[in-house]
């Protein structure tokens, strides 16, 4: 792929200008009718630039079915979770060598099982739930969403999606008989059951918008469900679920920057939810149960939260109790009661970290990890009365590890580390945690994992990947498939850049709305440090980000092509402009928060300074993947295509530009493992080729 002379023509789309007029400016937007789907010319269009892509790739085949089997062999195809107990009962999810999908199972607790044990060495009855191979049967495309247990343990409910366009259907399961009770509802975003095994509460989203915005209840049986509630403002979503003390159903209503909460006793399906706290801007709270007491999470004294509690059903501010003070320094992430404890997460300078306290004595403790570098998760820990806490350990260098945690005996087991097969041992590689400037002086945390003695003279391939966006952190994982960047030489680089919850929600604010500029500037900054320092330099560095990471990557390409070699881009969100004046797609008005409101000319005039496709220009760009999927509901297909077909008619270099359309599949590509590996894989080629790497 380095010969650019060899390559075949790609594919010109047609022009069809249309005019879009806002305060003045004008744009024309030649490949607008790329958003019509029913027009045979656009999936004509898809067609050619994946025929295209495959004529540009053949010359890498063999490179490209290496890294597939060479990836595939460091994974336990035939491999079972770490069983968790539940009412008398073990649940587990299993997989089996040549199968795409996981199966999930239940066994009788008093039956024993060792954890990470084969399916084939269980001694007892196995009881299979679900069979996601069987519900994928004839389908390119399937994936489970929520599932939840009547109390009884007799009734499974549970969402799958069938087409990638993350639109869940709900199905309940008799796991008496076996079989599915009649009742079919679609569009179904979440589910909890009431505690008289007969109710079923479950919340719906807006058929074009997708936003989730009905709360319904079924009770078994009866054919017609009744609409509880609906949220109206188009900001707000719902989400239903019930507390781990089973005694409270909870009702959430969260914008991105405000939310409220109702509850209902579990007991009393056909009472009344009551509100804890009226929604106010820019005031996010979210509640528990422990006791007498509600436990809210909220970030009215500071935007890094704090933990009050209050009497159920006397919420206002004279009957509070603080629990955990806010400090500006610790974003309060999330928190677990038990009966006897609450375990918090908390970040500190990026760092996350697990506080245990004894609710009877107020006795706190952290728990200490040693990396500089790690992403902690909350594992299954569905048992109220349970004195351990189960959580999920990762870092760069360490594979998902599930542990137990005895919060009295302070003391640690290891359950599980996912297998990598072949020659992997830890030591042979380095973890670093550093800090570039930004041109506003603040500093930007980066990690970086890379195969001991990999040279740090500039000549090293460097992979760069950023986010930056929603407040979600950009939290450092573990990956088998990544080693085969790392035994050729590739340093792995992970950047923590503004607009990100990386270090709390300020770093959030400080990279969203009238401050995105910040998220681009920062991974820039990111760039330009490890070159000056030795990791890399342009002509090796390549970059990658998926989503709002798409918009990332094109803005910094817009604005330093020549610093780049390479890029990877995911369901890239690259039409800013377009699909946030269109309050009829779905997300766009929830998504006012994040990005502004275009229709506002302040928000309109920033945001038209680094919309992606707006902003490309006659200019040389480097090598670009640029992937998308047709049934993508987060970042629509024609983003992507559209930004393709215009920037083929712009750039002046004889770099690869390719368009990978997954014609089957959403904002996350395949949903089978291996189907998954093989875009991996092409995803690897790709950028190695590029970076002078083959073999």
Same mark, same amino acid.
């Given at each position: 792929?380095?010969?650019?002379?060899?390559?075949?023509?790609?594919?010109?789309?047609?022009?069809?200008?249309?005019?879009?007029?806002?305060?003045?400016?004008?744009?024309?937007?030649?490949?607008?009718?790329?958003?019509?789907?029913?027009?045979?010319?656009?999936?004509?269009?898809?067609?050619?630039?994946?025929?295209?892509?495959?004529?540009?790739?053949?010359?890498?085949?063999?490179?490209?079915?290496?890294?597939?089997?060479?990836?595939?062999?460091?994974?336990?195809?035939?491999?079972?979770?770490?069983?968790?107990?539940?009412?008398?009962?073990?649940?587990?999810?299993?997989?089996?060598?040549?199968?795409?999908?996981?199966?999930?199972?239940?066994?009788?607790?008093?039956?024993?099982?060792?954890?990470?044990?084969?399916?084939?060495?269980?001694?007892?009855?196995?009881?299979?739930?679900?069979?996601?191979?069987?519900?994928?049967?004839?389908?390119?495309?399937?994936?489970?969403?929520?599932?939840?247990?009547?109390?009884?343990?007799?009734?499974?409910?549970?969402?799958?999606?069938?087409?990638?366009?993350?639109?869940?259907?709900?199905?309940?399961?008799?796991?008496?008989?076996?079989?599915?009770?009649?009742?079919?509802?679609?569009?179904?975003?979440?589910?909890?059951?009431?505690?008289?095994?007969?109710?079923?509460?479950?919340?719906?989203?807006?058929?074009?918008?997708?936003?989730?915005?009905?709360?319904?209840?079924?009770?078994?049986?009866?054919?017609?469900?009744?609409?509880?509630?609906?949220?109206?403002?188009?900001?707000?979503?719902?989400?239903?679920?019930?507390?781990?003390?089973?005694?409270?159903?909870?009702?959430?209503?969260?914008?991105?920057?405000?939310?409220?909460?109702?509850?209902?006793?579990?007991?009393?399906?056909?009472?009344?939810?009551?509100?804890?706290?009226?929604?106010?801007?820019?005031?996010?709270?979210?509640?528990?149960?422990?006791?007498?007491?509600?436990?809210?999470?909220?970030?009215?004294?500071?935007?890094?939260?704090?933990?009050?509690?209050?009497?159920?059903?006397?919420?206002?501010?004279?009957?509070?109790?603080?629990?955990?003070?806010?400090?500006?320094?610790?974003?309060?992430?999330?928190?677990?009661?038990?009966?006897?404890?609450?375990?918090?997460?908390?970040?500190?300078?990026?760092?996350?970290?697990?506080?245990?306290?004894?609710?009877?004595?107020?006795?706190?403790?952290?728990?200490?990890?040693?990396?500089?570098?790690?992403?902690?998760?909350?594992?299954?820990?569905?048992?109220?009365?349970?004195?351990?806490?189960?959580?999920?350990?990762?870092?760069?260098?360490?594979?998902?590890?599930?542990?137990?945690?005895?919060?009295?005996?302070?003391?640690?087991?290891?359950?599980?580390?996912?297998?990598?097969?072949?020659?992997?041992?830890?030591?042979?590689?380095?973890?670093?945690?550093?800090?570039?400037?930004?041109?506003?002086?603040?500093?930007?945390?980066?990690?970086?994992?890379?195969?001991?003695?990999?040279?740090?003279?500039?000549?090293?391939?460097?992979?760069?990947?950023?986010?930056?966006?929603?407040?979600?952190?950009?939290?450092?994982?573990?990956?088998?498939?990544?080693?085969?960047?790392?035994?050729?030489?590739?340093?792995?680089?992970?950047?923590?850049?503004?607009?990100?919850?990386?270090?709390?929600?300020?770093?959030?604010?400080?990279?969203?709305?009238?401050?995105?500029?910040?998220?681009?500037?920062?991974?820039?900054?990111?760039?330009?440090?490890?070159?000056?320092?030795?990791?890399?330099?342009?002509?090796?560095? !390549?970059?990658? &980000? #998926?989503?709002? +990471?798409?918009?990332?990557?094109?803005?910094? @390409?817009? $604005?330093?092509? %020549?610093?780049?070699?390479?890029?990877?881009?995911?369901?890239?969100?690259?039409?800013?402009?377009?699909?946030?004046?269109?309050?009829?797609?779905?997300?766009?008005?929830?998504?006012?928060?994040?990005?502004?409101?275009?229709?506002?000319?302040?928000?309109?005039?920033?945001?038209?300074?680094?919309?992606?496709?707006?902003?490309?220009?006659?200019?040389?760009?480097?090598?670009?993947?640029?992937?998308?999927?047709?049934?993508?509901?987060?970042?629509?297909?024609?983003?992507?295509?559209?930004?393709?077909?215009?920037?083929?008619?712009?750039?002046?270099?004889?770099?690869?530009?390719?368009?990978?359309?997954?014609?089957? !599949?959403?904002? &996350? #590509?395949?949903? +089978?493992?291996?189907?998954?590996?093989?875009? @991996?894989? $092409?995803?690897? %080629?790709?950028?190695?080729?590029?970076?002078?790497?083959?073999?």
């Amino acid at each position: 792929m380095t010969d650019t002379r060899q390559l075949p023509s790609p594919p010109i789309a047609a022009r069809r200008p249309t005019v879009l007029s806002k305060f003045g400016d004008r744009r024309v937007d030649d490949y607008f009718w790329l958003r019509q789907r029913d027009d045979p010319a656009t999936i004509t269009y898809l067609d050619a630039e994946n025929t295209y892509a495959d004529a540009v790739m053949a010359p890498l085949a063999p490179f490209r079915e290496a890294l597939y089997r060479e990836m595939l062999g460091r994974i336990q195809e035939t491999d079972m979770s770490v069983p968790y107990r539940l009412r008398g009962w073990r649940y587990y999810v299993r997989t089996e060598t040549g199968l795409q999908y996981p199966i999930l199972c239940r066994q009788r607790a008093n039956e024993e099982v060792g954890a990470g044990e084969p399916a084939a060495s269980l001694p007892g009855t196995e009881h299979v739930l679900l069979d996601v191979n069987e519900l994928a049967r004839g389908k390119s495309y399937m994936s489970v969403g929520d599932v939840d247990l009547s109390d009884d343990d007799r009734f499974y409910a549970y969402t799958t999606d069938a087409t990638g366009f993350r639109q869940y259907t709900l199905q309940i399961k008799s796991l008496q008989s076996g079989k599915l009770l009649p009742m079919r509802r679609a569009r179904v975003t979440s589910l909890a059951w009431a505690a008289d095994n007969e109710t079923l509460f479950y919340t719906t989203e807006d058929k074009q918008t997708k936003r989730s915005n009905q709360l319904w209840k079924y009770r078994l049986g009866e054919r017609g469900d009744e609409l509880v509630f609906e949220e109206r403002d188009e900001r707000f979503n719902l989400h239903v679920s019930r507390s781990r003390s089973e005694a409270w159903l909870f009702l959430d209503s969260h914008s991105h920057t405000s939310s409220e909460v109702r509850y209902l006793p579990a007991d009393r399906p056909d009472g009344r939810w009551r509100l804890v706290l009226a929604r106010r801007a820019d005031i996010e709270y979210d509640v528990d149960h422990h006791g007498e007491r509600f436990y809210l999470r909220i970030n009215d004294a500071g935007r890094n939260f704090r933990l009050v509690s209050a009497p159920i059903g006397r919420f206002g501010r004279e009957h509070w109790r603080e629990e955990i003070a806010h400090r500006a320094e610790v974003m309060l992430e999330s928190m677990d009661f038990f009966r006897d404890y609450r375990v918090v997460q908390e970040r500190e300078r990026g760092i996350e970290h697990l506080v245990v306290t004894q609710l009877a004595s107020g006795d706190s403790h952290r728990i200490a990890f040693d990396e500089p570098a790690y992403t902690l998760s909350s594992d299954a820990n569905p048992e109220w009365e349970s004195e351990t806490f189960r959580f999920v350990y990762q870092s760069m260098t360490t594979p998902d590890s599930v542990y137990d945690y005895h919060m009295a005996t302070r003391q640690r087991t290891l359950l599980k580390r996912r297998p990598v097969l072949g020659r992997f041992d830890p030591a042979d590689y380095v973890t670093e945690r550093r800090e570039a400037t930004a041109p506003d002086g603040t500093a930007v945390p980066v990690s970086l994992v890379y195969r001991r003695g990999t040279p740090r003279d500039g000549s090293a391939p460097l992979w760069l990947e950023g986010y930056g966006a929603y407040g979600y952190p950009n939290d450092v994982y573990f990956s088998s498939a990544r080693l085969s960047l790392l035994d050729r030489g590739v340093i792995y680089a992970t950047a923590h850049i503004r607009g990100g919850g990386d270090l709390g929600k300020p770093w959030h604010d400080a990279g969203r709305m009238l401050n995105k500029q910040n998220t681009f500037s920062d991974f820039i900054a990111v760039a330009e440090h490890l070159i000056e320092q030795g990791y890399t330099r342009p002509g090796r560095l !390549a970059i990658e &980000g #998926g989503s709002a +990471g798409g918009l990332l990557l094109g803005a910094v @390409v817009n $604005l330093r092509p %020549a610093l780049f070699r390479v890029v990877l881009s995911e369901v890239p969100f690259v039409d800013v402009m377009s699909t946030m004046l269109d309050a009829s797609l779905p997300l766009t008005v929830g998504e006012y928060e994040e990005w502004g409101n275009p229709n506002q000319r302040r928000y309109y005039d920033y945001m038209r300074r680094y919309s992606p496709y707006d902003n490309l220009v006659r200019q040389a760009y480097p090598a670009m993947l640029v992937k998308t999927s047709l049934n993508d509901s987060q970042v629509m297909y024609w983003e992507p295509a559209k930004y393709v077909a215009r920037l083929r008619t712009l750039k002046t270099d004889a770099n690869p530009l390719l368009l990978v359309t997954n014609m089957g !599949a959403g904002h &996350g #590509g395949a949903s +089978g493992r291996y189907d998954f590996l093989r875009e @991996v894989a $092409l995803d690897f %080629a790709f950028v190695l080729s590029q970076l002078g790497i083959t073999a």
